[in-house]
Structure formats: C-alpha cells, structure tokens
C-alpha cells in the first residue's frame, strides 16, 4: 500500500536502526552503557515532584486546563527571561506554554508555512527544526555554518538563491547536537540581518542552562529590536530534569505567538494542571536546582574527556549542552555515523546517536550524551578502549554484526 503524502516526506528513522540493535543486544543480556538518545536519567528536584502532589489532590485541577499555559505559568516564565537575560515579555500576549520545544515547534511550523516555503536551517541540526518545516509543506535549504564570521555570508547565499524569498531561519545555540554556542555580538548581526530581509528568526534555546566554560549562553531576545522578528524556544526538560513531563515555552513576537496560540488552541488543552502549576514553582525558585544539573553535566563532560581520551578516543570538551559532537576515530571514519555506531554498539557495548540522524553534513560525527554516571561512562571509555585495541589497527576486516543477518 502506498504510504501516505507527509510520511512519504520523511526519509527512514535512522536512529531507529540504532534502537533495534540496542534492544536486540540487551535481549542477549549484554549490558548496553546508553549514551544515545538525549534523555536526562536525573531526577526531578523533589520540591517540583511535592507541588505536583500537592495541586493534584485538588479535583478541581483535573479539568481541562489552559492550552496557552495558566496565567502563573505564563508570568513564571516572563519572570525567568526578566531574571537571566533582562528581557521584559507580556506574559498575556507574547508567552505561550507549549508540550515541550519540540512540540511548540513542530505547530509553530503549521501555524506559519505555506506549500513550498523556505526556511533556511542549520545541517547538522536537531531533526524537528527541519522536518516539523518539510511535514507542513516547506523546503528547507541547509546551512553547514557554525555561528562565527561564515554566517552571514552563508545566509546571504541562501537568500540570494532561493525562489520564494525564504520565510525564516533557525537558530540552536547551544547547539543540539554540535554543542557550538553563539555569542550576543552573533545574534545582533542575524537579527540585522532578519530584520533587513523579512525573516523570520526561531531560535531553540532549550540548553540556555546547561553550560560549562564562561558567560552563561545569551538569549536572541536581548538584541534590540528582536522582538520584531524572533520567538524563541525553551523546555524544560533538561533544565530541571523533566523530560516526561512535557513542558516548554516559546516567547518573543505578539504576531508570532498569537499563530501558534490559535493553532494549538485547535490541538491541545494545553499540559495537565499540576504539571503547569508545579513548572511555575520551579522558574520562580532560586536557581538552587538548575545550578546543581549543571554541575552535575559539567563532571560527566570532565570524566567523558578524559576517559575516553585515554581509551584513544579524543573528544573535543563541549561548551555547553548535555550532549559532545565527537569526531568517528580516522580509522573508521570511512563507514559513516551509522555503521560505525552498530559496530560500538555490537562490539563494545556502548550506544551512541549516529550524525546522520541530524543531517547527512553530521556523518563523519557521532553525538554522545552525558545521560549516565561517571562510573558508567568510564565503563564505556573501557569498553571502547578494548574495541579500539583490537580492530584500530584493521577496520576494514570490523563490520557490524547486523550486516550478515
């Protein structure tokens, strides 16, 4: 049967692949160190877990609730962005509580995009900033830029050669899966740049704390004059350990906010009550939290270094982010991100997220997150490091298991 007009848009889940040898693994008892898919093992603080308790007693929260957010969430919110980046946002007007980032992005594309309008998009990226644009009827044209002196003129190339006149651009820094961060001085160039061309800016700043060497990670907001053209994305998920609990923002631009507003309005009733009311209580605390995640990523980064340094595997430190943009070992490097995550995954018992998965300039990298111990990821450098030993010095005689079933 022919598949359907938008799945036919997607191409294969590669890191779907990559689950299937995971489970398949751990199903013959090996003992997987999973170091693949960005998903926080922390607990929530127990402070936002007893507020959810607590509100949750009260019938009257087990009602539809806001699909916009509640007004104390939303005011949390401007709180927060007031607090770490002194930027001032109309909680009523230019804030909306969406399911996560992923999910306010994902509408934000069907409350904007036209068939065949072009949104220009960082490559390698997260997989929504693109696919969200191709499901609703965009095209996206890839940028492979980091955020230094080549930006602009890769967007200037990108407008200069894209029929229609490309509808918005969108930012990641820190960066999901480069860990590259952007500075204020970047930002103020984009925005000009945005503002000059009529583009929209979306930025996903959803690792805003989760950084390690220097000045915390600058919101696009603070450039005068971004709120004409920008709205920017948060989550919560990292932030406070939350993942399962689905809460993010996005805020900036009356015009834009109201789109996707009206969209999910027609989606969602918006995040179970409890949940937007203990979210509220985390972004008014006093940052105890956040700062205990973060040092907590900033050993794991320390360790992963060094250890898998050590294992013959060098890894340049991320800057911020849960995650390291690891460069395949040379000898390898001719398989590509997929094949050569298989074969870690079948010969040394480690799970990665191979590059391709963020888009086809990611293949000669894979994305290793810090989402296990110290212990257990210098168990993983062991592990490589006897992977590596064995098959460094013939890599073409290494092939995944899989290949031969």
């Given at each position: 049967m022919e598949e359907f007009h938008k799945v036919r848009r997607l191409p294969p889940y590669v890191f779907e692949q990559v689950n299937r040898l995971k489970a398949s693994a751990r199903s013959r008892g090996a003992d997987i160190v999973d170091l693949g898919m960005g998903n926080p093992d922390l607990p929530t603080p127990k402070a936002i877990v007893d507020k959810l308790c607590e509100v949750v007693r009260d019938p009257r929260t087990h009602r539809y609730s806001s699909s916009r957010g509640i007004p104390g969430l939303r005011r949390a919110q401007a709180n927060y962005y007031a607090r770490r980046f002194g930027v001032k946002l109309n909680p009523d007007t230019q804030v909306v509580a969406t399911l996560g980032s992923k999910e306010g992005f994902a509408n934000m594309a069907q409350a904007i995009t036209a068939p065949g309008d072009v949104i220009l998009c960082p490559n390698p990226t997260y997989p929504i900033h693109a696919f969200g644009f191709i499901m609703s009827g965009g095209v996206i044209r890839s940028l492979q830029v980091e955020?230094?002196?080549?930006?602009?003129?890769?967007?200037?190339?990108?407008?200069?050669?894209?029929?229609?006149?490309?509808?918005?651009?969108?930012?990641?820094?820190?960066s999901n899966p480069t860990a590259l961060v952007a500075s204020l001085d970047f930002y103020k160039d984009v925005v000009a740049f945005a503002k000059k061309n009529d583009i929209i800016i979306?930025?996903?700043?959803?690792?805003?704390?989760?950084?390690?060497?220097?000045?915390?990670?600058?919101?696009?907001?603070q450039v005068p004059g971004a709120m004409d053209v920008c709205v920017e994305f948060t989550s919560m998920s990292k932030t406070f350990s939350m993942p399962g609990w689905r809460m993010g923002f996005a805020v900036g631009n009356e015009r834009l906010i109201s789109a996707l507003t009206r969209v999910k309005s027609y989606l969602d009733y918006g995040a179970f009550t409890p949940i937007q009311v203990a979210a509220a209580h985390a972004l008014n605390g006093d940052g105890a939290d956040i700062a205990e995640v973060r040092d907590i990523y900033h050993k794991r980064r320390d360790v992963m270094v060094d250890a898998f340094g050590r294992a013959g595997w060098t890894i340049p430190a991320p800057a911020a982010s849960m995650f390291a943009w690891a460069p395949i070992p040379e000898p390898f490097r001719h398989l590509g991100s997929l094949e050569f995550s298989k074969l870690l995954i079948e010969h040394?018992?480690?799970?990665?997220?191979?590059?391709?998965?963020?888009?086809?300039?990611?293949?000669?990298?894979?994305?290793?997150?810090?989402?296990?111990?110290?212990?257990?990821?210098?168990?993983?450098?062991?592990?490589?490091?006897?992977?590596?030993s064995t098959s460094a010095k013939q890599p073409n005689n290494v092939v995944p298991l899989s290949a031969h079933r």
């Amino acid at each position: 049967m022919e598949e359907f007009h938008k799945v036919r848009r997607l191409p294969p889940y590669v890191f779907e692949q990559v689950n299937r040898l995971k489970a398949s693994a751990r199903s013959r008892g090996a003992d997987i160190v999973d170091l693949g898919m960005g998903n926080p093992d922390l607990p929530t603080p127990k402070a936002i877990v007893d507020k959810l308790c607590e509100v949750v007693r009260d019938p009257r929260t087990h009602r539809y609730s806001s699909s916009r957010g509640i007004p104390g969430l939303r005011r949390a919110q401007a709180n927060y962005y007031a607090r770490r980046f002194g930027v001032k946002l109309n909680p009523d007007t230019q804030v909306v509580a969406t399911l996560g980032s992923k999910e306010g992005f994902a509408n934000m594309a069907q409350a904007i995009t036209a068939p065949g309008d072009v949104i220009l998009c960082p490559n390698p990226t997260y997989p929504i900033h693109a696919f969200g644009f191709i499901m609703s009827g965009g095209v996206i044209r890839s940028l492979q830029v980091e955020p230094n002196d080549g930006f602009i003129p890769a967007l200037e190339r990108g407008v200069r050669h894209s029929i229609p006149k490309p509808l918005a651009l969108i930012l990641n820094y820190p960066s999901n899966p480069t860990a590259l961060v952007a500075s204020l001085d970047f930002y103020k160039d984009v925005v000009a740049f945005a503002k000059k061309n009529d583009i929209i800016i979306l930025s996903d700043l959803a690792y805003s704390e989760i950084y390690f060497d220097g000045n915390p990670p600058p919101s696009v907001l603070q450039v005068p004059g971004a709120m004409d053209v920008c709205v920017e994305f948060t989550s919560m998920s990292k932030t406070f350990s939350m993942p399962g609990w689905r809460m993010g923002f996005a805020v900036g631009n009356e015009r834009l906010i109201s789109a996707l507003t009206r969209v999910k309005s027609y989606l969602d009733y918006g995040a179970f009550t409890p949940i937007q009311v203990a979210a509220a209580h985390a972004l008014n605390g006093d940052g105890a939290d956040i700062a205990e995640v973060r040092d907590i990523y900033h050993k794991r980064r320390d360790v992963m270094v060094d250890a898998f340094g050590r294992a013959g595997w060098t890894i340049p430190a991320p800057a911020a982010s849960m995650f390291a943009w690891a460069p395949i070992p040379e000898p390898f490097r001719h398989l590509g991100s997929l094949e050569f995550s298989k074969l870690l995954i079948e010969h040394a018992d480690v799970a990665v997220a191979p590059g391709v998965g963020f888009g086809e300039h990611g293949d000669d990298f894979v994305r290793v997150a810090l989402v296990e111990n110290e212990h257990r990821i210098r168990q993983a450098a062991r592990n490589i490091k006897r992977f590596l030993s064995t098959s460094a010095k013939q890599p073409n005689n290494v092939v995944p298991l899989s290949a031969h079933r």
